[in-house]
């Protein structure tokens, strides 16, 4: 079964840190532009930052630029973003989407998408 599962959310404080982890099965990603996006309560989904599929170029939104950090293990047929100092507007179901696209930069869609996991940052 083709899919991607997320993982890795959950509370925290101010300034913690939390790793969200993206899986596939059913398929690599090595080919695969990765992209991490969320959506908070009332608000549109919006993307975070994302990883291409040729020679692992990232883009960072800049409001998370120095804090988030996108990576892949291949080995592990895996995506992780880094989150840092974590802040009160940052909190949010996060889903990871890939797109199978080999090029430099991200694609502007994706075709398949993970179930979310709940970022939460609270004092």
């Known amino acids: 079964q083709v899919q991607l599962v997320e993982s890795g959310g959950g509370s925290v404080q101010p300034g913690g840190s939390l790793r969200l982890s993206c899986v596939a099965s059913g398929f690599s990603l090595k080919s695969y532009a990765v992209g991490w996006f969320r959506q908070a309560p009332g608000k549109e989904r919006e993307a975070v930052s994302c990883i291409s599929s040729f020679n692992d170029v990232t883009y960072t939104r800049a409001s998370v630029r120095g804090r988030f950090t996108i990576s892949r293990d291949n080995a592990k047929n895996t995506v992780y973003l880094e989150m840092n100092s974590l802040k009160p507007e940052d909190p949010a179901v996060y889903y990871c989407?890939?797109?199978?696209?080999?090029?430099?930069?991200?694609?502007?869609?994706?075709?398949?998408w993970g179930q979310g996991t709940q970022v939460t940052v609270s004092s």
């Open positions: 989407a890939a797109e199978n696209v080999y090029r430099e930069t991200c694609p502007p869609d994706y075709e398949l």
